[in-house]
C-alpha cells in the first residue's frame, strides 16, 4: 500500500515518480518494489549482533531483569529519531521551529545556522542497484557545491571512569568508531544515486550529524563518500549472494 508519493526533479527536466509504503519499499512507475538502502548495508556492520547482545544483557539488567526492556527502549529511541527528522524537515521545508523538541532545538543551534538548505526527506531510486531510500537533506556551500546529510540520534551512554573502574557505554564510550562505517556506507549509497539518476542534486560532500538524545551534543562528521560507497558496494555484493542461496536452498 502507497503511503507517500513524490516528484524527484531532474536535471534534464521532468521529474522522476517514486513511491514509499510503510514496509520500507520503493518503486518508480513499472511498479517494481525494491529495499531500501538501510536493507543492504548491514553487512558493514560486522561487530553489530555481539553490540546488540551485549546492549540487550545491560538494559535488562538495568531495569531489574524486564526482559522487554530493550524492545521498549529502542521503539522509544525510533519514535525520537522519527520526531527529529520531522521537525528538521518542517524547518528546512516550511521555516517551522518545534521549540518543545530539545533534541531538534539543539540541531538548530549547531547545525542549522551554519547551511543553505536545499531539500529535506528526498526519495530517491537506484534502477541499476535496484534499491530505493530517503535522503535525510541536502545544502549548499558559498561556492555552490552540494552536501547531502544524514541524522542520526545516538544514547548518551556513560564516560569511563578508571579511577572508578567504570568501562563506560554508548556515545560517550565510542563515539562514533562502531557505527561510521555502517552510516557512511548508507549515506554514500544515496549520494551515488542521485547522480546516476540525473537528480538535480549531485553532492560533493557527505556529513553525519550525531545528535544525543540528552540534547547535550550534536557532533557533526565527515563522510568520505567513495570509501562509503565501496562499503556499501562489498554490503550489497553479500546481500545478494544470501538471497541467491535462500532460492537454491528452495
Known sequence: MVTEIQEHPLKAGGSLTISRNGHHQYWIDDGVKVPSVTGLVGHVDSGGLSAGIGYAVRVIKENKGDTSAPNRLSKEALEEGNRLHDAVDA???HGEIAED???FVAWLQEVAPHHEWLAS???VYNRWFDFGGTVDA???DDQ???TIWDWKTVDPGEAPDKARG???KGWARYGSSLRKAKDSAQLAAYAYTLDNMGSIYVPTYGRIAYILRDASEVVVEEVDLQWGWRLFEASK???DLRKEQVWIDG
Open 138 to 140: 541536502l545544502s549548499l
Open 144 to 146: 555552490g557545491r552540494v
Open 237 to 239: 555484493t553479500l546481500y
Open 91 to 93: 524547518y528546512i521545508q
Open 166 to 168: 567504570i568501562k563506560g
Open 121 to 123: 526527506e528526498r526519495f
Open 101 to 103: 523538541n530539545p533534541v
